[in-house]
């Protein structure tokens, strides 16, 4: 066996790892792994990491170019004798397994479900081809790691891996992500070019039929017009979303700032953190916003139930119920009981804080990757 343990990371695109796994490359490196990294999109500085290899990835399940990463994958997997592959975002999971399955001598695998694109609410055509994937590939599984409470059931239900593993997600910094004092917030919102009298929502999420903001533009004519909704992020649903705010008359109250690096100055500048997904594994967006003090009102599905307690830390609303969700944020009209909520929201994910789940992931990395203490 080599001294030196040879360790490949891969999703769906290299913004994603840039984002989340940061923390977790260098570690690797710090226990004198050589570090790779493969995934879509453009290729950008990921520090520890000694060659990133651009996959030709795609969205779409059925695109011909996913299966040629797959062969991109097969032959790298081969020619490097990596020890350990640790695979993240669906997608890239899958079509990294698919290469990997009737390969012999092959790496041990990981792979860490952000969020699996089904749940009990799935269409069952829809499901049964994503469930069907999962069990696919659950043979060269050696390691699943899921980060709510239905993803964990499915898994253990249908057997998807062979070590099953429940976290709390990826970790966040809440010595970073602070409530504001009053003056703060004021600064904020005069940084932003906010009303100091508005009630602010956020919403930071990539434009996707997934995310479905148009649920939270349909509600914003029902509004009081104090009423402001932030909408950090881009995709391929941004122009579409921004037309609906015009034609709906709120553009004025609609905010699109497009891709936004310090999120924490929009979480201390709002009082609500909203969401309208589909589908989550454990949000950072909503673990963030929570961290800044923020209750939250968001869609009522997995990952979101795992962290709003409603009532206490925030309330859920039916998926895609705009009408739903303009009544919850009417309900939340008081700011003494946003502050109670946010106060809440704040002690609720200090569990979720970088310090304990990196330590317990970092466990996990080790007894999987084979490395000594």
């Not at 030196?4 to 796994?21: D, P, T, V």
């Amino acid at each position: 066996m080599r001294e030196k343990r040879k360790i490949l990371y891969i999703a769906s695109s290299f913004g994603h790892l840039a984002s989340f796994h940061q923390p977790y490359l260098r570690w690797f490196v710090q226990q004198g792994c050589e570090v790779h990294a493969a995934a879509g999109g453009t290729p950008c500085t990921l520090e520890g990491v000694s060659r990133l290899i651009p996959l030709p990835l795609e969205k779409r399940m059925s695109s011909p170019r996913n299966l040629t990463a797959a062969r991109t994958l097969r032959r790298l997997i081969r020619e490097e004798h990596y020890d350990f592959v640790s695979l993240h975002t669906s997608l890239a999971a899958f079509f990294a397994r698919l290469a990997l399955l009737t390969m012999k001598d092959r790496p041990v695998v990981m792979n860490t479900v952000h969020g699996y694109l089904f749940d009990r609410a799935t269409p069952l055509p829809k499901r049964l081809v994503l469930l069907s994937a999962e069990r696919l590939t659950a043979p060269v599984t050696d390691w699943l790691l899921t980060m709510n409470r239905q993803d964990a059931a499915i898994a253990q239900q249908y057997r998807l891996g062979k070590h099953l593993c429940a976290t709390r997600g990826m970790g966040i910094d809440t010595a970073h992500f602070t409530p504001p004092d009053g003056a703060g917030k004021a600064q904020m919102r005069a940084q932003l070019g906010l009303d100091a009298d508005a009630v602010v929502l956020v919403y930071a999420a990539e434009f996707s039929g997934r995310k479905s903001q148009s649920t939270l533009i349909q509600a914003m004519p029902k509004l009081p017009d104090d009423t402001v909704l932030l909408l950090p992020g881009r995709g391929d649903k941004l122009e579409e979303c921004k037309a609906l705010a015009e034609q709906l008359g709120v553009a004025p109250r609609v905010r699109f700032p497009g891709f936004v690096q310090n999120m924490k100055a929009y979480y201390q500048a709002a009082d609500l953190c909203v969401s309208s997904s589909r589908s989550e594994g454990l949000p950072f967006n909503i673990m963030e916003a929570m961290a800044c003090g923020l209750p939250v009102i968001a869609s009522d599905v997995k990952g979101h139930q795992d962290l709003v307690e409603p009532g206490v830390t925030g309330l859920l609303y039916p998926f895609g119920d705009a009408d739903a969700f303009s009544g919850a944020v009417h309900r939340l009209g008081d700011p003494q009981r946003r502050r109670t909520m946010g106060q809440a929201a704040r002690q609720a994910v200090l569990p979720f804080d970088i310090q304990p789940v990196f330590a317990e992931l970092t466990g996990l990395y080790r007894q999987a990757a084979g490395l000594s203490e």
